[in-house]
């Protein structure tokens, strides 16, 4: 279904169900989110290529996140907190115009697991891989990991570990223009080994520092001959 959105180009990616908090100070985002907010509608955002945000030489991508807003704080001079949640993607069909903000006729992308057997494999090994990167990026700091649960949904799931993945924007924009949840699944699963492979490096050479410290407590003589 084609509709039209404002759009917020931002140097980040907007999952599908994650948060996004905007300190909101340019008039031309204040103006749009009064009309979402009066007439209860979406915004879009979109990873800005060149990373900007603000001022007039934005240069945004094609593929971006309908967003609704959840919250509202009235800051001093007009400007505002909003606590905003992704949607649904969409893909740019046309741009109506940049001023006062950036308004395009859009198309919303539809959802697809790929092959039913294939998603849900590819759920499951990357939620046990998701625990390990996850295992690995909170003992860096020396903490544990609890449970987590994930939902049964292949695509909300590669949705939530797209979000939490530590990583460029150019690669959280791939996970989120992938075709299908399994399309998506397969790049992280990649992502994952790679990253909680680099963390636990990182540990070890951080362990095996603190021990030749130990070991070997720095001493130093001088003289003056």
């Known amino acids: ?32 989110m009064a009309q979402c907010i009066e007439q209860h509608v979406p915004f879009g955002v979109l990873l800005d ?18 967003a609704v807003i959840r919250q509202v704080t009235k800051l001093p001079a007009g400007r505002l907190f909003v606590v905003a949640q992704g949607t649904r993607r969409f893909k740019v069909d046309r741009v109506l115009g940049t001023t006062p903000f950036w308004r395009a006729q859009i198309s919303f ?35 544990e990991l609890e449970t987590i649960d994930l939902p049964s949904d292949a695509a909300a799931s590669s949705y939530i570990i797209a979000d939490a993945l530590q990583v460029s924007v150019a690669v959280k924009q791939k996970f989120l223009e ?26 070890s050479e ?20």
Not at 49 to 66: F, I, M, Y
Not at 193 to 202: A, Q, V
Not at 209 to 225: G, K, Q
Request: avoid cysteine; aromatic fraction near 6%; glycine fraction near 6%.
């Open 178 to 203: 992938a075709t299908s949840a399994a399309e998506r699944l397969r790049a992280e699963l990649k992502v994952l080994d790679e990253e909680t492979h680099r963390l636990r490096s990182l540990r």
């Open 109 to 143: 992308l539809e959802e697809i697991d790929g092959p039913s057997d294939s998603a849900s494999r590819l759920r499951e090994t990357a939620i046990e891989r998701f625990k390990d990167y996850l295992g690995a990026l909170l003992a860096v700091s020396g903490s």
């Open 1 to 32: 279904m084609d509709s039209v959105l404002g759009l917020f180009p931002l140097n980040t990616v907007l999952l599908p169900g994650a948060a996004l908090r905007l300190h909101v100070f340019e008039d031309r985002y204040k103006s749009m």
């Open 49 to 66: 290529r060149k990373g900007n945000e603000v001022g007039e030489d934005l240069d945004p991508v094609d593929v971006g996140t309908a």
């Open 206 to 225: 951080g362990s095996r520092a603190r021990r030749r410290s130990r070991e070997s407590p720095f001493s130093a003589r001088f003289s003056l001959n």
